[in-house]
């Protein structure tokens, strides 16, 4: 496996391969499998998150191909903008982040002024405020399409840094976690949002894992959605890789979104408080709690023999935790 991928350049940016260890208390706790988590929130630039790993590889095909300045964007308080605007900086290349509003109801004024949407701005990056859209990558063209005409040459990292190199990128997530482990784990749980994150792990599973299950949670309330746009990536990074890969088998389950994007519910706040109190594990209430929820919730129905291996991807976004009140989160402010 790592020489198919090995063949892609990176940047460098990310600290990798990213920790593995067992969450004995929670798998105590739960009475089920041996749960380990995936340390992908200790790729270590800007605070680390799992958009690094992706960025290493989109980042280092762009400046490649000649770009001069990079647009990508997210909400307010977007994991992977702010891991995009880190990467530019380190990079030493200019960023213009789109900034949509209107897709999560801020629940008070630190929403639009700390935890990331502060990172962004630290970082240096060049933001541009945009109403959200069903297709926010159409507004990151625009922003190209202006800095274009001013006479640069700009090169666009997709939103969710999702995009063929980018899952490309995050297959190697697959490779260390075989090199980490004695044998192979009987599943791997992850947020599933864009489609870049789930593409990635799926596309590693069925190169190097194939007896690994590879169990994305929609945390978009958009279960269709993600599932056609992590098939699209899967296509297009199988065509640079001169892979088949088996789309039928993408596994998206739905159920942990809650009312919508971004929007903590009972049982996530509850796999946020259980991390936090067992394990020291700061998760937050958009990603990797939502996709706790729905391994505790697996655990709980019996889908896994205790004898067995669980992967949990912790994929970042503690810096988001501070633009929510206290209170939102379920604990006292």
């Given at each position: 496996?790592?020489?198919?991928?090995?063949?892609?350049?990176?940047m460098?940016?990310?600290?990798?391969p990213?920790?593995?260890?067992?969450?004995?208390?929670?798998s105590?706790?739960?009475?089920?499998?041996?749960?380990w988590v995936?340390r992908?929130?200790?790729?270590?630039?800007?605070?680390?998150?799992?958009?690094?790993?992706?960025?290493?590889?989109?980042?280092?095909?762009?400046?490649?191909?000649g770009?001069?300045?990079?647009?990508?964007?997210?909400?307010?308080?977007s994991?992977?903008?702010?891991q995009?605007?880190?990467?530019?900086?380190?990079?030493?290349?200019?960023?213009?982040?789109?900034?949509?509003?209107?897709?999560v109801?801020?629940g008070?004024?630190?929403?639009?002024t700390?935890?990331?949407?502060?990172?962004?701005d630290?970082?240096g990056?060049?933001?541009?405020?945009?109403?959200?859209?069903s297709?926010p990558n159409?507004?990151?063209?625009?922003i190209?399409s202006?800095?274009?005409?001013?006479?640069?040459?700009?090169?666009?990292?997709?939103?969710?840094?999702?995009?063929?190199?980018?899952?490309?990128?995050y297959?190697t997530l697959?490779?260390?976690i075989?090199?980490?482990?004695?044998?192979?784990p009987?599943?791997?749980?992850f947020?599933s949002?864009?489609?870049?994150?789930?593409a990635?792990?799926?596309?590693g599973c069925?190169?190097g894992?194939?007896?690994?299950q590879?169990?994305?949670?929609?945390?978009d309330?958009?279960?269709?959605?993600v599932?056609?746009?992590?098939?699209?990536?899967?296509?297009?990074?199988g065509?640079?890789?001169?892979w088949?890969?088996?789309l039928?088998?993408?596994d998206?389950?739905?159920?942990?979104?809650?009312?919508?994007?971004g929007?903590?519910?009972?049982?996530?706040?509850?796999?946020m408080?259980?991390?936090?109190?067992?394990?020291?594990?700061?998760?937050?209430?958009?990603?990797?709690?939502?996709?706790?929820a729905g391994?505790?919730?697996?655990?709980?129905?019996?889908?896994?023999?205790?004898?067995?291996?669980i992967?949990?991807?912790h994929?970042?976004?503690?810096?988001?935790?501070f633009?929510?009140e206290?209170?939102?989160l379920g604990?006292?402010?």
């Amino acid at each position: 496996m790592r020489g198919i991928l090995d063949a892609f350049p990176r940047m460098g940016i990310a600290h990798l391969p990213t920790p593995l260890h067992p969450l004995n208390n929670l798998s105590q706790h739960l009475g089920g499998p041996r749960i380990w988590v995936k340390r992908d929130d200790l790729t270590g630039l800007g605070t680390g998150g799992n958009k690094l790993r992706k960025i290493d590889y989109a980042l280092r095909d762009v400046l490649d191909a000649g770009a001069d300045c990079v647009v990508s964007g997210g909400v307010v308080q977007s994991n992977s903008a702010r891991q995009v605007a880190a990467a530019c900086a380190a990079a030493g290349i200019p960023c213009h982040l789109a900034v949509f509003e209107g897709r999560v109801e801020a629940g008070s004024e630190r929403y639009y002024t700390s935890g990331n949407a502060l990172l962004s701005d630290l970082f240096g990056a060049t933001k541009h405020p945009m109403p959200w859209s069903s297709d926010p990558n159409q507004a990151l063209k625009t922003i190209a399409s202006r800095l274009r005409a001013d006479g640069f040459d700009p090169a666009i990292l997709p939103y969710g840094v999702s995009s063929p190199m980018g899952a490309i990128g995050y297959a190697t997530l697959i490779a260390e976690i075989g090199e980490q482990m004695d044998r192979a784990p009987a599943a791997i749980i992850f947020a599933s949002g864009s489609g870049g994150t789930h593409a990635g792990i799926a596309m590693g599973c069925q190169i190097g894992l194939q007896q690994t299950q590879a169990i994305g949670f929609d945390i978009d309330a958009q279960p269709d959605r993600v599932r056609q746009d992590t098939a699209a990536i899967m296509l297009a990074a199988g065509k640079r890789l001169g892979w088949i890969f088996d789309l039928d088998a993408i596994d998206l389950r739905s159920g942990m979104a809650g009312p919508s994007y971004g929007v903590p519910h009972e049982k996530c706040l509850e796999a946020m408080r259980l991390a936090g109190r067992l394990e020291g594990l700061v998760l937050d209430p958009t990603y990797s709690a939502k996709s706790l929820a729905g391994l505790i919730s697996l655990v709980m129905d019996g889908t896994f023999d205790k004898a067995d291996d669980i992967v949990f991807v912790h994929t970042g976004g503690d810096a988001a935790i501070f633009a929510y009140e206290p209170s939102q989160l379920g604990l006292m402010g």
